[in-house]
T-cell receptor
Framework: SAVISQKPSRDICQRGTSLTIQCQVDSQVTMMFWYRQQPGQSLTLIATANQGSEATYESGFVIDKFPISRPNLTFSTLTVSNMSPEDSSIYLC??????????FGPGTRLTVL | GQQVMQIPQYQHVQEGEDFTTYCNSSTTLSNIQWYKQRPGGHPVFLIQLVKSGEVKKQKRLTFQFGEAKKNSSLHITATQTTDVGTYFCAGRGGSNYKLTFGKGTLLTVNP
């Protein structure tokens, strides 16, 4: 299985600011995903990060709020823009191949004050 | 869209008792995955089921995929305190590469 790292592991941010989360994988992967997990809740897919093109966003998530980059097959970033307390969540990077297993990174625990 | 229901939401057991969580999909799945998330941790992959009627075992854990590929279960025999955590199922429909997660079952074990 792939080894996935995320930075930062946690952060406390002020309302109105932005935070960029990095996801690094130790091998090339086809699919990279970003999920949000609100406290005590299940995982919700934000978007699929596409290498060399714009990310594919799920219903309820927009590029202006969650811009995503994927410059190559091992790295992606998610920015949470103009944050509010409602954005306090765990943000998880996940990788996998098309119909195969998905593996999750350790997550970024975000608190917005 | 595809929905995956998971029950129960919570389960508290005495150490040594068995535990089962169930998942039901609104549509036929191409495969289903199970994850365990310890408190404060991230989801860790347990297993993927692909074939109709498939049964897989990992030590005290038994995973089943229904004949119609619309439901699945995870059974833990003789729970231990190390089994504590939230167990999620996640299903894939048809040719869709995306996973739809159930709400999870939080298992607590009394020593």
């Amino acid at each position: 299985s792939a080894v996935i790292s995320q930075k930062p592991s946690r952060d406390i941010c002020q309302r109105g600011t932005s935070l960029t989360i990095q996801c690094q994988v130790d091998s090339q992967v086809t699919m990279m995903f970003w999920y949000r997990q609100q406290p005590g809740q299940s995982l919700t897919l934000i978007a699929t990060a596409n290498q060399g093109s714009e990310a594919t966003y799920e219903s309820g998530f927009v590029i202006d709020k969650f811009p995503i980059s994927r410059p190559n097959l091992t790295f992606s970033t998610l920015t949470v823009s103009n944050m509010s307390p409602e954005d306090s969540s765990i943000y998880l990077c996940s990788v996998g191949e098309l119909q195969d297993t998905q593996y999750f990174g350790p997550g970024t625990r975000l608190t917005v004050l | 869209g595809q929905q995956v229901m998971q029950i129960p939401q919570y389960q508290h057991v005495q150490e040594g008792e068995d535990f089962t969580t169930y998942c039901n999909s609104s549509t036929t799945l191409s495969n289903i995955q199970w994850y365990k998330q310890r408190p404060g941790g991230h989801p860790v992959f347990l297993i993927q089921l692909v074939k109709s009627g498939e049964v897989k075992k990992q030590k005290r854990l038994t995973f089943q995929f229904g004949e119609a590929k619309k439901n699945s279960s995870l059974h833990i025999t003789a729970t231990q305190t190390t089994d504590v955590g939230t167990y999620f199922c996640a299903g894939r429909g048809g040719s869709n590469y995306k996973l739809t997660f159930g709400k999870g079952t939080l298992l607590t074990v009394n020593p």
